[in-house]
């Protein structure tokens, strides 16, 4: 796994065997953060990386200029892995939680700028709409926010009123929401 742009480019990161994760492919994360480029300015964002697993997605928001990332996970090794990464590469802006996501959420008052979730895929599909549901009902997204959920081709998240778009990378699925759905899909 290695970071694509910004400070900490081409860092490789060497996640440990036996950590129950399933990083975002290189080509996918690319991708991604390829449209967030055309979307948003990273300078300055609050992020959230829910179900953060080994920090793929953290690192790269990091790396690219995001003020505070906050990475949540339940499991203790994804926890003190970031935790540990975020050391060695002098992130002081990376804050990690150990804690259930929708415990997590339902705790939360203050908006973010943007919010990543990669869900385990085994997730019932129901779990991943009441997880959309919640970041709404709370009001976690800025006006000018961004929600990317990662998924599975199993979930649809067309019908949802703040849905934007999906975009598919091999086996990989992003959906994106806003406040706003007048933006133009790129």
Known sequence: MRIIKGKFQRRLIHVPAGLPVRPTTDLA??????????RIDFD???AIDLFAGSGNISYELISRGCAQVIAVDHTLKCIHFISQTAQLLNMENL???????????SMQKLPYDLIFADPPYDL???DYHALVTLIFEKNLLK???NL???HSKGVDFSTHARFLESRRYGKVHFSFF?????LESE
């Open 44 to 46: 300055n964002l609050r």
């Open 124 to 126: 019932p599909e129901e």
């Open 143 to 145: 006006e000018e926010g």
């Open 148 to 150: 990317i959920i990662e």
């Open 95 to 105: 804050q990690t939680v150990r804690s259930d996501v929708f415990r997590y959420l």
């Open 29 to 38: 994360k690319e991708s991604l953060f390829n449209i967030l480029n055309n």
């Open 178 to 182: 806003t406040l706003n759905n007048s």
